[in-house]
């Protein structure tokens, strides 16, 4: 039974996989050969985008689906080549390689490598909470921008000129220049498979695009023969189980991919999640973050291994997936065991594909990436997270995918930061009926008189502590009569012990003492009481009054022994946090409202 635990713990797909059941078996067959018709063409497509050999981008898909169908904990996500993914890797290692293809790929494998590291790293340490890390609008913002750098680098592939330029906006500005050096030949071939693939996608949306289209371009260049063409084929492929290399270049060159590869988990983790959570949500089971953590790095870990390139979830790719019905990670096994038997025995008629139809592929699996609509329309909806979308949109655009990949990074840490050490703060008053209300919001709800109720709504810690002393006195300043007690709301507040938040606090009643107001807390009394008296702060009459919750406050507190008894709520006495006014004495019972 351990040993079963033991495996349910680190391998959740194997123990989903012992409780298969027969009824899912044609499903996920057909979902299976669905998904290695759609990743065939994207793998070697993504292949050229990263800057190697075709069957680099086959051996990507292989290894990698079989171990995330082992640890991974989503049914139905497919992992693979990516584009954002490959984007970073060709940005990365292009300049560091220097035009030397071997070490290009070493360098890839490095990359792919670390960035297998950073996630086991990442899951051991719990870190799946940083799938919420990035927030949307920045990952829109992000994407948008990749799938446009990546648009228009396919250019040169699609009409059969080489950029001299390696930014997006100088090519942008260059691309005129390079008009005359049009081939023909290979324009037709771009416009044939774009035609190919826009109608199949319109009369059989059901079937492969991409394959169909490879497939036709690639018999046509095989009549008329690459060479009397002039148009640029992927040329021949040693497919077969790849030889193991280890790298061979300078350890500093590995110390240039450390925090690239950081960044890069960073994407791909946030990217997969937001994947895996919403066909998870749609089809009625949960995942777990830190042990996709683990799977991302495994998964990459064994596409370096095998000679191959970075990996993410690929949402079209899983899209299909749930589609065709797939149930479970056998849908993975069988993608991965039809694309290896292509890479071991049928990788002869791939050397006929031309480079041309892979732009077209990665066009259109980039334009499938934008989405300018939906970042426009957070203008009306959240005009932070509008600005935060457009900032990191034109960082990519202008200063590059790295930089705009670490840009996106911090400005996800400074919109956390600045949520936590700025947050949102109430002032709390009263109903006629004795509950405690948000102020503002309904013009029943009235302060106490000679009260001031105050909620802090985040965690208090050393970077926040001392803008919580400044708002307590602004507000108390902001007062047309001063009160005679201060009563803090410590359930959302103190949530865990902290030096520097025991100093501002005992500084704090120092300040209010020499005014003559009273200070209380209210909520956690146990371990408030036992915090403040750690720090040396006097808890009691002759200090700080700590009450169960607020309504005991208010009804205890020697500021609020003027107030009529109707409208005194009676105390629960239980240290719960919780508000729990006089059922008997208000009624209708009143309940813990915020407005």
């Known amino acids: 039974m351990r040993d079963f635990f033991s495996m349910a713990r680190w391998m959740p797909g194997l123990v989903a996989l012992l409780g298969y059941q027969r009824a899912w078996l044609l499903a996920d067959l057909r979902a299976g050969l669905s998904v290695a018709a759609v990743a065939l063409p994207v793998a070697i497509a993504y292949a050229e985008l990263a800057g190697v050999g075709a069957v680099v981008g086959l051996y990507s898909c292989i290894l990698p689906m079989l ?50 590291i950073w996630c086991l790293v990442a ?24 799938a446009i750098t990546i648009m228009v680098g396919q250019l040169s592939s699609i009409f059969g000129f080489t950029f001299d330029e390696s930014e997006l906006i100088e090519r942008i500005a260059a691309t005129p220049n390079y ?18 693939m826009l109608a199949c996608r319109r009369l059989r949306p059901q079937w492969p695009s991409s394959l169909l289209a490879l497939a036709l371009a690639a ?60 066909f998870a949500a749609k089809n009625g089971y949960d995942i777990d973050a830190d042990k996709e953590f683990r799977a991302l790095g495994m ?12 990996i993410s979830g690929a949402d079209s790719r899983t899209a299909v997936n749930d589609a065709n019905g797939g149930k479970s990670q056998l849908v993975s096994i069988v993608a991965a065991t039809v694309i290896a038997l292509v890479t071991f025995l049928l990788t002869s008629p791939l050397q006929y594909i031309p480079t041309a139809a892979l732009g077209i592929v990665l066009v259109m699996a980039s334009w499938s990436l934008i989405d300018l609509r939906g970042q426009w329309a957070l203008r009306q909806s959240d005009s932070a997270a509008f600005w935060l979308a457009w900032i990191t949109f034109v960082s990519v655009l202008f200063m590059g995918v790295i930089p705009g990949i670490t840009l996106a990074v911090l400005l996800g840490l400074f919109q956390f930061l600045r949520n936590v050490m700025r947050p949102t703060d109430q002032l709390m008053g009263m109903n006629e009926e004795g509950v405690v209300h948000t102020l503002g919001h309904n013009e029943e709800v009235k302060a106490v008189t000679g009260v001031l109720i105050y909620r802090f709504n985040s965690p208090l810690t050393y970077f926040n502590a001392s803008y919580f002393k400044r708002r307590v006195l602004m507000l108390i300043n902001g007062e047309q009569a001063q009160p005679n007690c201060l009563i803090i709301d410590a359930v959302s507040c103190f949530t865990h012990q902290d030096i520097s938040v025991m100093s501002m606090v005992g500084e704090l009643h120092k300040e209010l003492r020499r005014r003559g107001i009273h200070m209380v807390m209210a909520g956690r009394r146990g371990q408030v009481s036992h915090w403040l008296q750690q720090a040396g702060i ?25 107030r009529p008894d109707p409208a005194v709520p009676q105390a629960s006495g239980e240290d719960t946090g919780t508000a729990e006014p006089d059922r008997e004495r208000l009624a209708p019972a009143p309940q813990w409202v915020e407005s």
């Open 67 to 116: 171990i995330y169908a082992l640890f991974g904990t989503s049914r139905q996500l497919i992992v693979g080549p990516d584009a954002a993914t490959c984007a970073v890797i060709a940005a990365v290692v292009t300049p560091l390689a220097a035009g030397d293809a071997t070490r290009h790929w070493q360098l890839v494998m490095t990359m792919t490598a670390m960035t297998g």
């Open 123 to 146: 899951s051991r340490f719990k870190l799946g909470v940083l799938a919420d890390f990035l927030s949307r609008p920045i990952l829109l913002g992000l994407l948008n921008g990749v």
């Open 179 to 196: 008009l005359s050096l049009l081939h023909w030949p290979t324009l037709g071939v771009s416009l044939l498979t774009l035609a190919l």
């Open 219 to 278: 018999a046509l260049l095989w009549g008329v023969g690459p060479e009397r063409s002039g148009i640029a084929v992927v040329g021949a492929i040693s497919g077969g189980i790849p030889e193991f290399q280890l790298p061979e270049f300078p350890p500093g060159l590995m110390r240039e991919l450390v925090l690239p590869a950081l960044n890069l988990a960073m994407v791909s983790f946030v990217s997969m999640m937001l994947t895996a959570r919403s």
């Open 299 to 310: 998964a990459n870990l064994a596409s370096a291994f095998s000679q191959g390139f970075a």
């Open 538 to 562: 006097r808890v009691g009459e002759e200090g700080i009054l700590v009450y169960p919750d607020l309504y005991q406050a208010l009804r205890m507190t020697r500021c609020y022994q003027d």
